[in-house]
Structures are given as structure tokens and as C-alpha cells.
């Protein structure tokens, strides 16, 4: 049985824009990117948005839902309470290209600056590595990441205080620490996480971890693991002291 | 970049608090200042009181976790003798006021307070996509909060807590016949009371963030170590539940020390089990 609902969506670009009311039919098992498309065809051909597999795996149709950052195509009609208007925007934190469509590209620039996979020489004559099961698994976590950029544009160093200069954000220090943590990996980004990725600036506030489609442990697994590594090297004397006896690499 | 465009697009001058979540996303900051204030105010009244912190009616001795260890106060119990020639003048005598600096400083560098009470306490952020009042931030990137990162050396002086603690525990569970004076085993509530606030707050402890870290964290083939393979893993699932422990490991210490003062005061009667 179809009922409709009152969907106000963002229209506009950079220039400045408002909150329309469309109307949408409701279906069992709708989700909000089907109302959008709905919408889409019936009623606001002109209106951009940003989608491809409908299935929560791509990460294109990030938005915000009721204030929430959200994936459209994850969020069903069914846990929004439709008596009241449902309101989707695009990303807060991002520059506005048009409708619900933001410009992403400053999270790949960003990601360009983290020291890229270098693995120890090969173990074997053929040119592969050997790595134990149990050492890798933990960073498969952080390798589900579909690059929604909910989690960059929840987190308020970048939404608030747009330090995108100092601060890599959440995205991109998971990425980092799936790197620094691989088994494999023989680089060193301490000091890159201190001084350029600013991971201090985080406040392990966990929106970051609260909105991740992917369920990814950001603070708890990624962050501040890789915070307890910049406290050895860089404010615990003793772990200081040590590495200067030892001449100890970081793994 | 065009920093902030959407932000400004689509909600120009948004006022502190705004946000267009449905939620009562205030009410989660609001428990956690309203708990942590409680505490606190509960916490120095009792450190302050410097008495009625150790039961020892019908043989019992229940030391609260506040003034635990007791270094100075009562000579027959404390280790280091009655009230030392160096405490202020001006400064009430409680044993408490050199204990309690530890485990507080232990709980406001830990990484799950840090996050809850800047939250609660600075609104930074209030919420979730909440607008924030400041617009200056400097997070634990500069001083002070970059001294949040001393945090493993509180975990360190709580670990002695624990050991101390569970002594205390141990000996909650002994009771001295008044006629001959010799001690035997036995169970009161308190006995109860200290062993569930001990294993609360080692619960609390060994799933910290530092603890998780030094123990395994720190190494990338921990495969090849098992013993530290083992106990990472254990610290691990402990640190999954990090807030779950953290908050009835707090209560729960007050209500510890409220335990025993009531006691001491004669407003509760320590039920003996056997
Ligand atoms: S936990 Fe850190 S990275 Fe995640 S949203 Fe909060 S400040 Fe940003
Ligand atoms: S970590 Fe989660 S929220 Fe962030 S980009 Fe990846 S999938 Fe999206
Ligand atoms: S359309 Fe691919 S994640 Fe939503
Ligand atoms: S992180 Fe909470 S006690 Fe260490």
C-alpha cells in the first residue's frame, strides 16, 4: 500500500539556494534515494545528485538526512519518521557544485600527500611475502572503507574549522593506519602524522565512528592506535630513551 | 579552496547549536555532565571529610577506595603514621587529598572521558554536525590538551591501584573475633561491595587505550609473540566495551565510599553474610 511523504531537498549551487517541498509515493522497502530519483523523474529533472550502485558500496550519494550525514541509498524510508518533512541537503563540509552534489576532490589531493605502500624486500626468491593471517586482519577493517567522505565531513576540524590545511581527517588517517600497521609496510609516517596530518587536532569526539556506513572502529582502531604510536616517538621519554639505546626502527 | 561553501550555501549564520538533526542529540551530553558533575562534587566532599572512611564495626575492615592506600592518617592502619609536620596548616587533614589526584588524573586523560567531556564540558562539538560556539581550535594539537598525551603514565600509578585495591578486597574478607582476637574468614555486604568495585574498575584499567598499545598494539607482526598476541587480545575485547566499563566502574567507586562512610556513620548496618 503507497502513501506519500513530504521530502524538502536542498536546491542550489554555490551562489546560495533553499529548501524545496516535493511530494514523493511511498512504497514498502523505499529508500531515500528512490524517493530522490522519484522525484528526479516526475518532478525536478534539473535536480543533481550523485549515485551509482545503490547498494552502499560505492560511496557517491553521501548527504544529510534529518541533519545526519548519511548514504541516500542505505537509509530507508521505513526508520524516518514520515509524518514530518524529510530533509536532505548535500555535505556541509565540502564546496557545493550543484543541488546535493559537493566537490570531493580535496579528500584525493589530500591522500596524495601520505607516503604510498613500501614493502620490506621479498621474502621468498619469487618475489613474494610471507605475512601470518592474524597480523593482517587487522587492518582488513580499515580496507572496507568505500570513500563515502561521511566521516571527513562529520568531523568538526573540517566542518567547523575547516583545517583542511592541518588536518588530514578520519578518512584519511584509517588509510594511514592501514598502511602503517601492515605487516609488510616498512615506512615511517610518525613524523608526517604530527606535523603534516595534525592528527592532534582530532578530540576522539568519534562522529567519525558514529556515522561510517561501514561500521569501521575510525577512533578506537585507527586513531588513536596511531596516537599511541606519536606519543612513543615523540612524549614518552622512556619510549624515547629506548629507541635511542636500541636504534629500534618503529616495527 | 572554497572552504566552507556548502556550509554557508545552505545554512548561512547558523547560531551556536543549530543543527537540523530530529534527535534529542542533547540529551547524551547532557547525562554525561550531569554525571561526571556529580561525581566530582560527591568525590571532593568525600575527600574532604577525612573521617568515617574505615569500618571496623564487628570486626569488619573496609577501607574506602577513596582513601586507599591510606599513606598517613589512623597510625594503628596508615603506613606511614598519623598527620605528617608538612601538611598546611590551613589545609583540612584527609588522607584522601593525596590519593585522589591519581585515578582522577587517570580518568580525565583517558581517551573515552576526553572525547565524552569535550563534548559535555567545552561543546566542541556540542554534538554530532552541532554548530560549536568557538570558532579558534587547536584541539590536542597544542598546549594544554596536547598534555593529554601523558595519559599511559596514570595508567601505570592505576595499575598499583588495582593491586592495592584487590588487597583491600582480600581483606574485607577477614573479621577479628573481639573476645580472642583472632581473625577469620567471613562475608559482609562490604566484602561484596569492595571486590565488585575492584573487579569494576580492572575491568575499566586493562582495557585502556595505552594498555592496549603497549601490550601489542604497538607491533605489526604480533603473530610472532604469542604470549603478547594473547594478552592483546584480551586487552582488546576489554577495550571494545571501554565506556561500558568506564561508567559503572565510576558509580560504583562512590558508592563504595558511600558504602563504608554510612557504615561508619552507624546509618547502615553491614549485613554479615557468614
Ligand atoms: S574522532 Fe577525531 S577524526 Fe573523528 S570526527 Fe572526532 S575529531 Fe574528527
Ligand atoms: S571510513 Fe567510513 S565514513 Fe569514512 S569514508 Fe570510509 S566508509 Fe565512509
Ligand atoms: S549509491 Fe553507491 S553508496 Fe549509495
Ligand atoms: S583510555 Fe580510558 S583509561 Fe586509558
Known sequence: MSSTATFKIWRGDANGGEFRDYQARVDEGMVVLDAVHQIQAEQAPDMAVRWNCKAGKCGSCSSEINGMPKLMCMTRLSDLPLDQPVTVEPMHTFPIIKDLVTDVAWN?????????????????????????????????????????????????????????????????????????????DIEDRLYDLRKLDGIGYCNITKCCTKVCPEEIHITDNAIIPLKERVVDRFFDPVTRLMRAITGDGKK | ?????????????????????????????????????????????????????????????????????????????????????????????????????????????????????????WADPPSCTVKEPRSHYRG?????????????????????????????AWTSYWFINPSTGQAHVGMGIGSLVLTINVLLLAGYTFGCHSMRHLCGGRINKLSECPMRSRIYGCVSSLNSRHMAWAWPSLVFVAFSDLYVRLCCMGVLTDWRIF
Open chain 1, 108 to 184: 584525493y589531493r589530500a591522500k596524495k600527500m601520505i607516503k604510498p605502500f613500501s614493502p620490506r624486500p621479498p621474502d621468498a626468491p619469487d618475489g613474494t611475502w610471507r605475512v601470518a593471517q592474524a597480523d593482517i586482519e587487522r587492518i582488513q577493517e580499515f580496507r572496507k572503507c568505500i570513500e563515502c567522505f561521511l566521516c571527513q565531513n562529520v568531523c568538526h576540524v573540517l566542518r567547523e574549522h575547516h583545517l583542511e590545511d592541518k588536518f588530514i581527517g578520519p578518512r584519511l588517517l584509517t588509510f594511514t593506519a592501514a598502511l602503517e600497521m601492515h605487516p609488510v
Open chain 2, 1 to 121: 579552496m572554497a572552504n566552507g561553501a556548502v556550509a554557508e550555501a545552505v545554512n548561512p549564520a547558523a547560531a551556536v547549536g543549530v543543527t537540523r538533526r530530529r534527535d534529542a542529540w542533547w540529551v547524551q551530553p547532557l547525562v554525561v555532565f550531569l554525571a561526571l558533575s556529580g561525581f566530582v562534587v560527591y568525590a571532593t566532599w568525600a575527600a574532604f571529610q577525612g573521617k568515617n572512611y574505615r569500618y571496623t564495626g564487628g570486626g569488619a575492615n573496609y577501607l574506602s577506595p577513596f582513601y586507599s592506600p591510606e599513606l598517613v592518617g589512623n597510625p594503628h592502619y596508615s603506613w606511614f603514621g598519623g598527620r605528617p609536620g608538612w601538611w598546611p596548616g590551613w589545609l583540612v587533614f584527609s588522607p584522601a587529598l593525596l590519593i585522589l589526584p591519581f585515578p582522577a588524573f587517570f580518568r580525565l586523560t583517558c581517551y573515552y572521558y576526553r572525547g565524552a567531556y569535550y563534548k559535555a564540558f
Open chain 2, 140 to 168: 590536542e594539537s597544542a598546549f594544554p590538551l596536547i598534555l593529554q598525551n601523558v595519559h599511559r603514565y596514570f595508567l601505570y600509578i592505576a595499575i598499583l591501584f588495582i593491586a592495592d585495591l584487590a588487597y583491600d
